[in-house]
């Protein structure tokens, strides 16, 4: 079992900046898979970012170069960094934990951060 807590989100002008946090309740380097998913209205959920085996970060094209994910071992935290932010960028945004086990891979979410971005 993993429990994902996260914090960070909320409303910001475009071009502005926000940082996400999701805590998990057990040491990262048991999760094989961590990272941000998102869904805005009407749409279906999205990878953002991900850290995959090893150090591997894998990043949706529509956030390359202004999106940063980046971890704190220590912390058991994940933290997605959110520069020059747009109004498409406005959606509630999902921490997920992927573990590997005998049965297959087991999925972990999080309640979810909503982030608005408008003038």
């Known amino acids: 079992q993993v429990q994902l807590v996260e914090s960070g989100g909320g409303l910001v002008q475009p071009g502005g900046s926000l940082r996400l946090s999701c805590a998990a309740s057990r040491s990262i380097f048991s999760i094989n898979a961590m990272g941000w998913y998102r869904q805005a209205p009407g749409e279906q959920r999205e990878l953002v970012a991900v850290?995959?085996?090893?150090?591997?970060?894998n990043y949706a094209d529509s956030v390359k170069g202004r999106f940063t994910l980046s971890r704190d071992n220590a912390k058991n935290t994940v933290y997605l960094q959110m520069n020059s932010l747009k109004p498409e960028d406005t959606a509630v945004y999902y921490c997920?934990?992927?573990?590997?086990?005998?049965?297959?891979?087991?999925?972990?979410w999080g309640k979810g951060t909503l982030v608005t971005v408008s003038s």
């Open positions: 850290f995959t085996s090893g150090s591997n970060t």
């Open positions: 997920n934990a992927k573990v590997l086990a005998r049965v297959g891979v087991m999925d972990y």
